[in-house]
């Protein structure tokens, strides 16, 4: 009897195993996903498509946040900065030696961000992508509501392609979701991609609208987009049209006096620790964190939103890292001892007020003495400009020693006028501080936390239009404009003689740093003198088939930053040089050679230009 | 799961097949009686000293037994003709004739030859003799002397074919690779197996005391049986069984110290200043003479008026102050060094760590019962400040015969884990100023920076410090199992497999360190729990007929993966921080995340093996698998491979003096990759938050969404076709024996992340494209060298040489002439990722260094925007310009051959034992040369060589050079020759013991990385890494003594 109970177990235990090999159909091996979403499945409601719009948004952030943001690669191309770190090899300095398609393969802090140009800008089109080919697979409640996403995804498109032409020139044009492996792609010619994003973007004008959250896209922003691309393209009047909807569109007003709760610009005193309270003024409210998307700002078209509490770029902006001198370091007093320490060990704890700075982002001499001509200029007066001079000794070694510079101001020179700071590129110079100072409640010693960015401005919107005007030959018309951002600013007016490329230019400089994409501007500009053939200021007329060769931004950068233009040299032994070629940015080595059944063309002056295929004349 | 049982049972024929098998013959008894007697016999070893354990088998059936703590069996039913098997571990087998006997004594020689040794072959055993395929095998009781501390330790270096690289924490461990890199981008870990079921868990989880024997599968033929997931070889782990009616109980306990096993010095306080003098001599292109020299050690011809002039220093400033200052020292390191105060932070890194290992085990068998039950207490210290490692790990083996015809079985691991630890950052010692300080100066607080520039160092105690951490995993790994014998030779066997893993990780960075004070703390909860399960169900069947003998297997088998994984973090914690990770709700900014997985599989697989005359031999089998990671498409697919061999000595014609044993042995089979991803076939969306305004100002969180994956429903199996030829050979009476072979692995479909043009906004594609082919040779040598009464040696060299080749990539693409007009066709080369079609995976293509510019280049220099004391690099193409067109094949990063060479010698009680490793003709990067990693000028170094115009070395660049624009690496040679251990034990003669009721007592010292001969690289041990092949660091390297006892009751 006990035998067969165990026959009978034995059996049973075997049976069950074997049903459990039986159990296993085809259906047993289907792939399930339990913690992500799947593409097909989800991109079907209108939540999912504002999900990959808010996609588009967030890869807004990546121009200007974290260690050295890719807008400073924009800056060191031009006339009003260079790289300042000069303690090494890599950065961005000696531009013919280092600007090759091998060495921007990097996303690398040390050097430049060019591929990250070139990487996040397709990046941004895919997201954007994903929504205009899928558009109609979504209900919507009504056309109007398919419409506004829709342009939205187009602004994101037309944003990045903008960007890419006049940074890199001819590109891959995609237009479409990716949903197969492609290794296909040539080169489309700029002016055929500009066309496109153009009739885009005259759908999206239409379609968009300003009552929406800030972060999203408004219609004021497709408007200023449009009028770059309308600009890019020649079509003057066009780009005065699209202008107009902004400033006319009565959404959008300059802010000309102060607004908001934000604490006002100080200055501490010599031989005191404690910051005194100056006067309040438009200028430094405007560009306060608090202050930048309040529901009072008139003058925001397009911002980029990082508030504590999200996920990327989690411990803020860095900006005062970024672009304040290395006021810590290279710095002594005139009795010859470590003047300056920007940790959080000293007494007076000097980086709470400015940041801790590496001077990575070194303004030029044009753009921190050369342009500030008018004494009145809101945007350097005391409190929101800073000069080196206004930093105090704070090195707790002359405490201890009873040095008499102790809480002094800084020195450039001593009794003698000889200079006693061994590293004037990094770590003297001026920097608006009504911009870049960022409280930060994150990191310690500061280096600028969370705020929120402009991405386009109203004040830019004048300055399109103020172009425009001149390129159609309406000089008074762009010196009205020029002089709204002017006399905001408490300057004087500039008169319609005076008006040239290069004084817009100027006023962009006062007004738009670390906000604008200043070598795509200057590449759009040396485009335009190239494709009218009207003389430039400097006397010079160019052409399109030598662009690579004699272009309006290479002579403008040799002619007004002081660094290229001497040929400086860095205590390190680098030398600050730049070429004509350098108007266009190499394709990265690693994405033409990714490419391997198709030619994505190399710009003039670079390696592997010899390969080049004629590129496409249309939209593939 | 419960549903799959009682789904109605639409069956295959297959299954049908199998099922109405099994229940045929469990129902049947067994009715064949015979007519036999009982044989007793004692089994000895040359010393007299009785052999527990041994087996003792009846040829030609299952029936056996195995010796008690006297070696004595006793064996019933045994035929009158019989002949019986006589096995133990690391003797020479005998047949035992019994005709007319029932008494039998046996005295056993320790033998050389490994032919005769049963190995695993995966589902089931076979002895050596009749392999066909490349199997070689460890015996883990062998190296008890060298007290190996993971199954890594127990393979490295003895298996030819098999790397298993070092790691330099207290956790020990290393990666294995069999046979070179067959893959590309999914993973090449071999399968491990542990008592013939299929192992997911931690290698470190099994105790290597509990090892008896550790096989290695090498080729197809042997590992097909394991199919989809045995492409990258198999390693199958034995665990020790009961024998022996008489309980066994084993203590084996070790202490040991671990020591760092070699110097790579920093600059001390003296060697820093004029180093740094250095450094900033040459950083600074334009310093003045002697500018950064000490002023009181100035020549003649400048004045101290004059130096101080050179950067406009206050005239009346003192000069050591100003020198300081130029030297960038801060106030800390100035007062330091006026007082001639230094830190010395190296040995602040470095301790004798103390170690620890214990385990006890007890092991019998008591009528239809065998057991083994261990449990083990590891508790490591390592070289470096803070690590640790400490586990305790519990083995239950069990067996018990329920019925003739059934036996029930449970093998239980559980082990529960504890890597809490936080090392001090000993890579900070590099940046710590040697005149900086640890604390503050109360003397207790931790400065955030030695030398307060926390921009560029930071204090290497802050982790250790202020991390509070709690890593633990336990795991719970257990097979049940049911056996037995049928009639007509059949016997069948269930195993489920289930296997618990539960891991957490929680940690607190504390506000006082200053990195998070203003973020309030930092905290992160972890929680991981795994549960996976195989079952499989195996039938068997052997006979013979004449000298025809055959076998076969029948296996099928399915599996289910599970993993739920939640994590929290949060920060800002108030009132404060001081409850860590244990309060996590008290934060102000909480970011919650899951991860939950599956995947499901299954197999079939039938074996076949066929001997005539113990001279003919073939094995065949096939394999078909499913997995749900390629179930869009290609949920399953098959496997095939044969063996076969041919005994030749047994011939006629080879019948030699000399010759022992001689046999030939081919085969070919195919194996699967199935190492990715779970859901690498599917697209999947990232998701994300990111933040709008609304127009009356509230921030409102919002989700993003974008495809992240381009999704491939065809992907499928990765297949590594292999064809090996072996030799095993036993010459001159066994002094020599050993085995050779050839193999030819060609891996196709390779699972390849293929680099997709970055325009399409995806960076790759996993897919199944090109082919790799792996083709090697190795040589195994055993000798036995002298043999006297009280002496033997023995030695084994292994030689292994492994080629690496890629054959195809993507496929066929259009060529162009300089028009655009197609040309032709061909499969291009992947630049980007550095593969090329006919070459090593790990191939190196990069511009190549000729030198270091000279003074007398420094014209030529220029043109290359770089100057003498940097890099020269070859411009191959001459055009002024470094592109890819001036990458060169500079060598390559695997071994391009390894030896190992073991010897074993015993003088008496005297056991000796040591090992010697090599590595040889693989390069790694050693860019220290370019003396410009860092910042130069805010920090310490480590003691290179360094060019400047008075030392014109050709080998190391001058102090913070620059490379110019060539986007380049140096390379050294890595390879090396290393005694790895070095044991003596000493064992006390039984007749001390007997009297004392102990069978053996034996006494062990081990040292463990003695020594090692590098000659052309000189950054601490090349072979130490923390997490290689991706992580390519090299770190320093431990060396352990252990001192240890082995006791058996």
């Known amino acids: ?620 | 799961m419960k549903k799959m049982f009682f789904r109605p049972q639409r069956a295959k024929f297959s299954y049908c097949f199998g099922l109405l098998f099994l229940c045929t013959f469990l129902l049947l008894p067994n009715l064949f009686a015979q007519n036999n007697r009982t044989v007793s016999g004692v089994i000895t070893d040359v010393k007299k000293v009785p052999l527990q354990g041994v087996s003792v088998v009846i040829k030609g059936s299952a029936r056996g037994a195995s010796t008690d703590q006297n070696g004595k069996f006793v064996l019933s039913e045994v035929p009158a003709n019989g002949v019986l098997v006589v096995s133990y571990t690391g003797m020479n087998p005998q047949e035992v004739s019994i005709t007319n006997k029932t008494a039998i004594v046996v005295i056993m020689a320790e033998g050389v030859n490994t032919l005769n040794e049963v190995v695993m072959v995966g589902y089931g055993t076979r002895q050596k003799r009749d392999v066909t395929g490349a199997v070689a095998q460890v015996k883990a009781t062998q190296l008890e002397n060298e007290n190996p501390q993971s199954i890594q330790d127990v393979l490295r270096g003895n298996v030819p074919g098999l790397s298993v690289t070092s790691s330099p924490n207290a956790k020990g461990g290393g990666n294995l690779l069999v046979r070179g890199r067959a893959s590309i981008n999914a993973g090449t870990s071999p399968l491990i197996v542990v008592d013939g079921v299929i192992y997911p868990g931690d290698l470190s989880d099994i105790n290597p005391n509990d090892i008896a024997t550790v096989d290695v599968l090498k080729d197809a033929s042997s590992a097909a049986v394991f199919g989809a997931k045995a492409a990258s070889g198999v390693i199958l782990v034995t665990t020790k069984k009961g024998n022996g009616s008489k309980p066994t109980i084993t203590f084996n306990t070790n202490v040991g110290l671990a020591k760092l096993a070699m110097d790579e010095p920093l600059y001390d306080g003296p060697g820093f200043v004029s180093w740094r003098t250095a450094a900033l001599n040459s950083i600074n292109a334009n310093a003045r003479p002697f500018q950064y020299d000490d002023p009181r050690k100035l020549p003649a011809d400048i004045s101290e008026a004059q130096w101080k002039a050179y950067d406009n220093s206050n005239p009346t400033g003192d000069a050591v102050d100003i020198w300081l200052n130029r030297l960038r020292m801060f106030s800390i390191e100035k007062d330091n060094y006026k007082l001639g105060r230094s830190t010395n932070w190296y040995d602040m890194m470095f301790q004798t760590g103390l170690r620890n290992d214990h385990t006890v085990s007890i092991s019998g068998k008591k009528e239809d019962v065998s057991y083994y039950m261990s449990a083990n207490h590891t508790l490591n210290e390592g070289f470096i400040v803070g690590d640790k490692f400490s586990t305790f790990r519990i083995r239950i083996n069990l067996e018990a015969k329920a019925a003739k015809f059934m036996s029930v079985g449970l093998n239980l691991q559980f082990a529960d884990r504890d890597e809490s630890q936080v090392p001090v950052s000993w890579q900070q010692m590099v940046n710590a100023s040697p005149y900086g300080q640890k604390f503050r100066p109360d003397g207790v607080t931790l400065r955030d920076s030695p030398n307060d520039d926390i921009g560029n160092n930071t204090n290497p105690f802050l982790d250790n410090t202020y991390q509070n951490r709690l890593q633990k995993s336990n795991t719970l790994f257990g097979s049940i199992y049911l056996k037995g014998n049928l009639p007509f030779g059949f016997s069948y066997q269930t195993n489920f497999t289930p296997n618990f893993e539960f891991f957490k990780f929680f940690n607190g960075r504390s506000a006082k360190d200053f990195r998070v004070s203003v973020r309030r703390g930092v905290a992160t909860r972890r929680d991981q729990s795994t549960f996976n399960w195989q079952v499989d169900n195996l039938l068997m069947w052997n006979g013979s007929v004449g000298e025809h003998r055959m076998d076969a297997t029948v296996l099928v088998n399915a599996e289910k993966f599970q993993q739920w994984n939640t994590q929290m973090e949060n920060e800002g914690f108030d009132p404060n921080d001081n409850l860590s990770y244990h309060n996590i709700g008290a934060g102000i900014k909480p970011v919650i995340s899951s991860n939950d997985e599956r995947s499901t599989g299954d197999a079939l697989m039938a074996r076949f093996n066929y001997s005539f005359r113990d001279r003919y031999l073939l094995t065949t089998s096939v394999r078909r698998d499913g997995y749900s990671a390629f179930g869009l498409q290609n949920p399953r697919a098959t496997f095939p491979s044969i063996g076969v061999g041919w005994v030749f000595s047994k011939e006629k014609f080879a019948r030699a003096e000399w010759l022992g044993y001689g046999k030939l042995r081919a085969s070919w089979g195919i194996n699967g990759n199935r190492d990715i991803g779970r859901y690498s076939a599917l697209s999947d969306l990232s998701t994300g938050k990111y933040q709008f305004i609304t127009p009356s100002g509230q921030v409102i969180l919002v989700s993003q969404l974008f495809v992240n994956r381009l999704q491939n429903s065809g992907l499928k199996w990765e297949r590594t076709e292999s064809y090996n030829l072996g030799l095993d050979y036993s010459i001159l009476k066994d002094r020599i024996s050993g085995s050779i072979d050839a193999y030819r692995r060609s891996t196709r479909d390779l699972l390849i992340n293929r680099l997709l043009p970055d325009v399409t906004g995806f960076t790759n594609v996993l897919t199944n494209l090109g082919e790799v082919q792996n083709k090697g040779i190795e040589v195994s040598i055993s000798t036995l060298n002298m043999k006297r009464q009280h002496f033997t040696w023995r030695s084994t060299l292994n030689f292994t040489m492994n080629r690496n080749q890629i054959k195809k990539l993507y496929g066929p693409t259009p060529d162009y002439d300089a028009t655009g007009k197609v040309i032709g066709q061909s499969d291009k080369n992947d630049v980007a990722n550095r593969w090329f079609i006919g070459q090593d995976i790990d191939v190196i293509w990069d511009l190549r260094v000729l030198g270091i510019w000279q003074q007398n280049e420094a014209a030529e220099a220029a043109k290359f925007g770089v100057r003498p004391g940097d890099f020269k690099i070859e411009d191959l193409n001459k055009d002024g310009k470094f592109s890819d067109a001036d990458r060169q094949f500079l060598g390559y990063r695997n071994p391009r051959s390894q030896w190992t060479f073991r010897n074993d010698f015993t003088f008496n009680n005297f056991d000796f034992s040591f090992m010697l490793y090599s590595n040889l003709g693989q390069k790694e990067e050693f860019n220290q040369a370019k003396n410009n990693l860092g910042f130069v000028d805010r920090q310490n170094s480590y003691q290179f060589p360094f060019w400047t115009p008075e030392n014109p070395i050709n080998d190391y660049a001058r102090l913070s050079s620059n490379n110019g624009s060539a986007n380049f690496n140096v390379y050294r040679s890595t390879s090396f020759v290393r005694l790895s251990t070095v044991a003596v034990s000493y064992s006390l003669p039984p007749s001390l013991l007997t009297r004392a009721n102990i069978q053996s007592l034996k006494l062990y010292l081990n040292v463990n990385n003695l020594a090692v001969y590098q000659p052309n690289w000189n950054f601490w041990d090349a072979e130490f890494r923390n997490n290689p092949p991706g992580d390519r660091t090299v770190v320093p390297p431990p060396r352990y003594f252990t001192f240890g006892i082995n006791l058996t009751l």
């Open chain 1, 1 to 620: 009897m006990e035998k067969i109970k165990k026959y009978i177990a034995g059996t049973a235990l075997i049976t069950l195993a074997i049903g459990m090999g039986i159990g296993c159909k085809k259906a047993y091996l289907e792939p399930q996903p339990l913690s992500f979403y799947e593409p097909s499945a989800t991109y079907t409601t209108v939540a999912a498509m504002r999900a990959a719009l808010a996609a588009c948004a967030r890869n807004l952030r990546f121009e200007y946040y974290g260690g050295n943001p890719p807008i400073l690669t924009e800056m060191l191309f031009t006339e009003i900065a260079v790289e300042g770190t000069t303690d090494k090899a890599g950065p961005a300095q000696d531009l013919n030696l280092l600007i090759t398609p091998d060495l921007v393969e990097f996303n690398n802090d040390d050097r430049n961000k060019i591929y990250v140009y070139w990487d996040e800008g397709y990046k941004g089109i895919k997201y954007a992508n994903t929504v205009i080919s899928r558009i109609d697979n979504v209900t919507y409640a009504s056309p109007a509501e398919r419409n506004a996403i829709l342009g939205a995804a187009y602004f994101h498109r037309a944003l990045r392609y903008y960007k890419l032409t006049h940074q890199f020139g001819d590109v891959p044009a995609i237009m479409k979701e990716i949903t197969a492996p492609s290794l296909e792609f040539y080169s489309t010619k700029r002016e055929v991609i500009l066309n496109k994003i153009k009739l885009d973007l005259d759908s999206a004008l239409l379609w968009t609208s300003d009552a929406v959250n800030r972060g999203e896209v408004t219609k004021g922003a497709v408007a200023h987009l449009l009028t770059k691309v309308n600009l890019a393209l020649g079509n003057f009047d066009a780009a005065i049209t699209a202008a107009n909807s902004v400033i006319n569109g009565g959404t959008y007003s300059l802010m000309k006096s102060t607004f908001g709760s934000a604490a006002p610009p100080t200055t501490v005193m010599p031989g005191t620790r404690t910051p005194v309270p100056l006067p309040r003024n438009v200028i430094w409210d405007l560009h306060r964190p608090e202050n930048k998307s309040v529901a009072a700002n008139r003058e925001g078209l397009l911002m980029i939103i990082s508030r504590f509490g999200d996920g990327q770029f989690n411990t803020g902006m860095t900006i005062m890292r970024q672009a304040v001198p290395f006021w810590g370091s290279n710095i002594s007093s005139p009795t010859g001892k470590k003047g300056t320490n920007d940790n959080i060990n000293p007494e007076f704890i000097q980086s709470n007020l400015y940041g801790r700075g590496i001077g990575r982002t070194r303004p030029s001499d044009y753009a921190q003495y050369d342009i500030w001509n008018d004494p009145n200029d809101l945007r350097h007066i005391p409190g929101n400009w800073m000069k080196m001079e206004d930093i105090l000794y704070n090195d707790m070694g002359l405490k201890t020693s009873g040095d008499p510079w102790y809480l002094k101001n800084l020195q450039l020179r001593n009794v003698n006028g000889g200079l006693i700071c061994t590293d004037t590129i990094r770590s003297w110079f001026g920097w608006p501080h009504y911009k870049l100072f960022v409280p930060d409640f994150e990191n310690s010693p500061m280096q600028g936390g969370h705020t929120d960015w402009y991405l386009f401005r109203l004040a830019e919107t004048y300055l399109l239009r103020a172009e425009a005007y001149f390129w159609k030959g309406d000089v008074a018309s762009a010196a009205a404009d020029i002089n709204e951002i002017r006399i905001r600013a408490n300057c004087a007016p500039i008169s319609p003689s005076a008006v040239n490329i290069g004084t817009i230019l100027d006023e962009r400089a006062r007004e738009l740093f670390f906000e604008e994409t200043r070598k795509t501007e200057l590449t759009r500009m040396s485009y335009l003198f190239a494709k009218t053939g009207k003389a430039a200021e400097n006397g010079k007329v160019y052409t399109l088939a030598r662009f690579s060769d004699e272009n309006y931004l290479y002579d403008r950068v040799m002619d007004k930053n002081n660094f290229y233009k001497k040929g400086v040299v860095t205590n390190y032994g680098a030398k600050y040089t730049i070429s004509p070629y350098h108007v266009l940015w190499p394709i990265p080595t690693r994405s033409i050679n990714g490419n391997s059944n198709g030619r994505i063309n190399q710009n003039k002056g670079y390696t592997g230009f010899e390969n080049n295929v004629p590129p496409l004349e249309a939209i593939p």
